[in-house]
T-cell receptor, first 114, second 110 residues
């Protein structure tokens, strides 16, 4: 158990809808990262937050947004969903904002857009 | 753009032998490189980190090398066991964080 909690584990929705994925980092970790994993693209970095502030941005679509709350949990909002958004979404956390730090991953949210 | 290449085909190794996984990168000069293990339906788990000034790093049955001239990292598992079967992800990193490869699926056959 990594200590990172993601909910829900599975999400099935329709095109055009909006969903929210939730992540609670390990106790004491200040950084939260969001990744998208699909069979053809591998693990793609979306965005990082550190202590409530956006720290780094990757290949995140404009239809997607995220935030980190004062209690350090994070939410990833996906809107106007398309079939191609179907993927496994992982949250990871680390102690600080140093990019060399190892990441602790949650078990992921499997999103299916029908 | 940065490109990370790992064996796309599954690697079958007999139990007890050494498994060697390759990670090649192009258009990139990472300051460090991490390796993760991922089991089906689970998140990746950190295994090892090696810095650009380190040639080799060991942890129990695991060994990682980092050749910045060849732009390559090798990941070795000695005395392999069926429990080592998983997908292994290579992740070179710099100031902007990690870039993950697609992983190599390793199968250790009894």
């Amino acid at each position: 158990d990594s200590g990172v909690t993601q909910t829900p584990k599975h999400l099935i929705t329709a095109t055009g809808q909006r969903v929210t994925l939730r992540c609670s980092p390990r106790s004491g970790d200040l950084s939260v990262y969001w990744y998208q994993q699909s069979l053809d693209q591998g693990l793609q970095f979306l965005i990082q937050y550190y202590n409530g502030e956006e720290r780094a941005k990757g290949n995140i679509l404009e239809r997607f947004s995220a935030q980190q709350f004062p209690d350090l949990h994070s939410e990833l909002n996906l809107s106007s969903l398309e079939l191609g958004d179907s993927a496994l979404y992982f949250c990871a956390s680390s102690v600080g904002q140093n990019p060399r730090e190892k990441l602790f991953f949650g078990s992921g949210t499997q999103l299916s857009v029908l | 753009s940065q490109k990370i290449e790992q064996n796309s085909e599954a690697l079958n190794i007999q139990e007890g032998k050494t498994a060697t996984l390759t990670c090649n990168y192009t258009n990139y000069s990472p300051a460090y490189l991490q390796w993760y293990r991922q089991d089906p339906g689970r998140g990746p788990v950190f295994l090892l980190l090696i810095r650009e000034n380190e040639k080799e790093k060991r942890k129990e049955r695991l060994k990682v090398t980092f050749d910045t001239t060849l732009k390559q990292s090798l990941f070795h598992i000695t005395a392999s066991q069926p429990a080592d079967s998983a997908t292994y992800l290579c992740a070179p990193g710099g100031a902007d964080g990690l870039t993950f490869g697609k992983g190599t699926h390793l199968i250790i056959q009894p």
